[in-house]
T-cell receptor, first 109, second 113 residues
Framework: GEDVEQSLFLSVREGDSSVINCTYT??????LYWYKQEPGAGLQLLTY?????DMKQDQRLTVLLNKKDKHLSLRIADTQTGDSAIYFC?????????FGTGTRLQVFP | GAGVSQTPSNKVTEKGKYVELRCDPI?????LYWYRQSLGQGPEFLIY????????DSGLPNDRFFAVRPEGSVSTLKIQRTERGDSAVYLC???????????FGPGTRLTVL
């Protein structure tokens, strides 16, 4: 089955860019997603990319997909303290989402 | 409009007891999903409903877990003979259909003592 891996922790200074990485094993994923989870809150979909795309930009968010290396990344420009949260990548090619283990982003002033 | 709601928000029970967790999806959403998130992990798929029927229950860990959605709206996840390993946050999501955005509820934190 699908296996999705992420680094556990990332710390950045406010105003810098953050890059969160994800690798996956199942190349048949049709869509790949980035979710944000804040303490005590539900998962919030940030953005997604279709598997035939290489890049998608949405305001401060840029998603890069390298299908050959099965690597997905999320870049957050001008990171703010409100961006502190856990970020999950997820893939799907059927009905279920397969989530990574999550990357905790800490933004310090 | 209202999002996905889940009740209770917290549930503490003793080993061996039976629990029910409820999910109210967004009105009109035909697809409903249950996931389980253990501490420090990403959510893991349990079951998916399309309408009233379970289209995929491959994620249910064993026969102690069962879910229903009798009228195609509210769903209940039922866990029999709870074990300490069942302790987790149970998340519900709904969507308008396949491949469409899944909207998540805040979850029910289940603690089995």
């Amino acid at each position: 089955g699908e296996d999705v891996e992420q680094s556990l922790f990332l710390s950045v200074r406010e105003g810098d860019s953050s890059v969160i990485n994800c690798t996956y094993t199942d190349s048949s994923s049709t869509y790949l997603y980035w979710y944000k989870q804040e303490p005590g809150a539900g998962l919030q979909l940030l953005t997604y990319i279709f598997s035939n795309m290489d890049m998608k930009q949405d305001q401060r968010l840029t998603v890069l997909l390298n299908k050959k290396d099965k690597h997905l990344s999320l870049r957050i420009a001008d990171t703010q303290t409100g961006d502190s949260a856990i970020y999950f990548c997820a893939g799907t090619n059927t009905d279920k989402l397969i989530f990574g283990t999550g990357t905790r982003l800490q933004v310090f002033p | 409009g209202a999002g996905v709601s889940q009740t209770p928000s917290n549930k503490v029970t003793e080993k061996g007891k039976y629990v029910e967790l409820r999910c109210d999806p967004i009105s009109g959403h035909t697809a409903l999903y249950w996931y389980r998130q253990s501490l420090g992990q990403g959510p893991e798929f349990l079951i998916y409903f399309q309408g009233t029927g379970a289209a995929d229950d491959s994620g249910l860990p064993n026969d102690r877990f069962f879910a229903v959605r009798p009228e195609g709206s509210v769903s209940t996840l039922k866990i029999q003979r709870t074990e300490r390993g069942d302790s987790a946050v149970y998340l519900c999501a709904s969507s308008t259909g396949h491949y469409n955005e899944q909207f998540f509820g805040p979850g029910t934190r289940l603690t089995v003592l």
